[in-house]
């Protein structure tokens, strides 16, 4: 089995689900990302987080993980010998004329594709800005120019399988001429020899580094969506084609603004005289304040929308600045206010002595 345990990593069960663990994985990276974590030891853990979710997140990795404790086909011995489908295969082979496709499976040559994460804020989403990303991958080996070989040594074709990365055995059965098809152990199916090995990456062509990766992230970028770096994933070996790193965009929440799809919403509060008379404020808005006009008589959950204020659209346009007001009615009054208000509620026929008789009278008439 694997020494790390990649469920115990995100802290799911094994039977949990992909929306689980892609909530998981969310939740973990958000608290032991480096920009936002001053923990010790939080930039090795959210490469261990990134690792667990790449494997977990990827059905056919996941079952192999489940049932042999690696995703690396290599290490689990690709598994298939110990299920019993060596004799299917060989079968298979006699009658489809070698055509069977599990004996077949070469090891993986082309780099992974690799995740990260960055956080920006609601202002830098609005914006755009270019981010400079901590990444630590296998990329090429600088020494040996991704070849494998030393300096001055050479790289030649395999002269056990010819180049193919694969070697055929045959051998007669029952039923025929059975082949067989598996990875040639000479070069490690790389299909090349190299001779001497690069002492750097040991004639892999590829070594650990460490390196900052500039993401431009476009304007109006949703919290969550996913950019895509070509090229700067894990490198191939001997020079194969690298994987990409797939970077996900965190947007901080703002103290002020909350964001829904492309609108900004803001609360604000009004005492009971503006609300009766109407008139205007300031709220914060992405950069600056914004002066928001609203009618007299206004009540406890009104909008005003002030349009062309809210988020960037990525395909052109912008959204609006959408203020919910709120109606505060005053806990403790000086003496002065309350016979202001007290002289308000008479003259409304609201006071504390309530309508005359007269007035009272005429009403039941409906005069």
């Known amino acids: 089995m694997a020494s790390v345990d990649y469920y115990d990593v995100l802290g799911v069960e094994r039977g949990a689900s992909a929306e689980e663990i892609k909530k998981a994985f969310r939740k973990k990276?958000?608290?032991?990302?480096?920009?936002?974590?001053?923990?010790?030891?939080?930039?090795?853990?959210?490469?261990r987080i990134n690792e667990a979710y790449e494997i977990l997140s990827d059905d056919q990795k996941r079952t192999m993980y489940d049932q042999y404790g690696t995703a690396d086909p290599r290490q689990a011995g690709n598994g298939y010998g110990d299920m019993g489908f060596g004799g299917f295969e060989d079968i298979f082979s006699v009658f489809m004329g070698g055509m069977g496709g599990m004996g077949q499976q070469r090891v993986r040559l082309e780099g992974r594709d690799m995740r990260g994460q960055t956080v920006i804020t609601l202002q830098e989403a609005a914006t755009g800005v270019d981010k400079d990303i901590p990444h630590t991958r296998d990329a090429p080996c600088g020494t040996c120019n991704a070849t494998g070989a030393a300096p001055g040594g050479t790289v030649e074709t395999c002269p056990d399988c010819g180049g193919a990365g694969q070697r055929r055995t045959q051998r007669r059965t029952i039923l025929g001429v059975m082949e067989s098809v598996s990875p040639c152990?000479?070069?490690?199916?790389?299909?090349?020899?190299?001779?001497?090995?690069?002492?750097?990456?040991?004639?892999?062509?590829?070594?650990?580094?460490?390196?900052?990766v500039r993401v431009t992230i476009p304007a109006g970028i949703d919290d969550g969506a996913a950019l895509r770096v070509t090229g700067k994933g894990e490198a191939g070996v001997r020079g194969a084609a690298a994987g990409d790193l797939l970077l996900t965009v965190r947007v901080r929440e703002h103290e002020f603004l909350h964001r829904e799809g492309d609108d900004l919403h803001a609360m604000a509060a009004i005492n009971i005289a503006q609300a009766?008379?109407?008139?205007?404020?300031?709220?914060?808005?992405?950069f600056d304040e914004q002066s928001v006009e609203f009618s007299p008589g206004v009540q406890t959950g009104a909008t005003v929308r002030l349009r062309g204020n809210g988020m960037p659209r990525m395909r052109g346009g912008v959204g609006d600045l959408i203020v919910h007001l709120r109606v505060d009615v005053p806990k403790k009054l000086t003496k002065k206010q309350r016979e202001l208000l007290r002289e308000l509620g008479d003259s409304?026929?609201?006071g504390k002595g309530g309508p005359t008789k007269l007035e009272r009278l005429k009403d039941w008439l409906g005069a």
Do not use: Q, Y
């Open 29 to 47: 990276a958000r608290e032991t990302h480096p920009d936002v974590s001053d923990g010790e030891g939080a930039e090795e853990e959210f490469k």
């Open 185 to 212: 152990e000479r070069c490690s199916a790389t299909g090349k020899i190299v001779n001497p090995p690069c002492p750097t990456c040991g004639g892999e062509g590829r070594t650990r580094l460490s390196e900052t």
């Open 276 to 286: 009766a008379l109407g008139g205007t404020i300031k709220v914060p808005g992405l």
């Open 348 to 350: 409304l026929g609201t």
